[in-house]
């Protein structure tokens, strides 16, 4: 399953509510698709599983929605830290896959 | 806490081998399959290879099947990646972490580097 993310990068402000985009090329399966925050330098983070369901200790600016081919992930004001590349990923079939990213840069 | 750390990277020659070790600390190791990832220098993520809580089933990635083998010791909780027939485009920090069988991968070891190069 190829995972296509966009924008490729989103100029943003601190504040600003941002939305990022996956689109699978076929259904994923029982929405086992998941999102990952990672920083330069760092490993990544998860942030949502199964689609919509925030990971332990993720603050609930973070949400994420969709279901079959059309997943977004939504970060509701954008704070400092929050800068950074997104990625998606889908772990309902094997080979498991990664979307190519989106970067959230301080515009 | 919880905690995974890699380690045996390093600058290896074309066709040269390296095995990665990733030691588990915190958790029930045996309560969770476990997973490699790279992450070649400016690039994106690159799922590898899974493995079981029993090592009963494993998975690969095309790009690295038949090359690559995932193993893990459950008595040691550790999990192992013994890589061959390394190529530059294998260049990349490689990263372990812990999936719930259903579910994703919740924690991330820090990354070990592994560059192939003549």
């Known amino acids: 399953i190829v995972l296509t993310q966009s924008p490729g990068t989103l100029p943003l402000s601190p504040g600003d509510r941002a939305t990022l985009s996956c689109r699978a090329s076929q259904s994923v399966s029982s929405s086992y698709l998941a999102w990952y925050q990672q920083k330069p330098g760092q490993a990544p983070r998860l942030l949502i599983y199964?689609?919509?369901s925030r990971a332990t200790g993720i603050p609930d600016r973070f949400s994420g929605s969709g279901s079959g081919t059309d997943f977004t992930l939504t970060i509701s004001r954008l704070e400092p830290e929050d800068f950074a590349v997104y990625y998606c990923?889908?772990?309902?079939?094997?080979?498991?896959?990664f979307g190519g990213g989106t970067k959230v840069e301080n515009k | 806490q919880v905690q995974l750390v890699e380690s045996g990277g390093g600058l290896v020659k074309p066709g040269g081998s390296l095995r990665l070790s990733c030691a588990a600390s915190?958790?029930?190791?045996?309560?969770?399959?476990m997973t490699w990832i790279r992450q070649a220098p400016g690039k994106g993520l690159e799922w590898l290879s899974f493995?079981?809580?029993?090592?009963?089933?494993?998975y690969y990635a095309d790009s690295v099947k038949g090359r690559f083998t995932i193993s893990r010791d459950n008595a040691k909780n550790s999990l192992f990646l013994e890589m061959n027939s390394l190529r530059a485009e294998d260049t990349a920090v490689y990263y372990c972490?812990?999936?719930?069988?259903?579910?994703?991968?919740?924690?991330w070891g820090q990354g070990t580097m592994v560059t192939v190069s003549s």
């Open positions: 915190g958790f029930s190791f045996t309560d969770y399959y």
């Open positions: 493995i079981s809580s029993s090592g009963a089933t494993i």
């Open positions: 990923q889908q772990y309902g079939s094997s080979p498991l896959t």
């Open positions: 199964g689609a919509s």
């Open positions: 972490a812990r999936k719930p069988p259903t579910d994703a991968f919740d924690i």
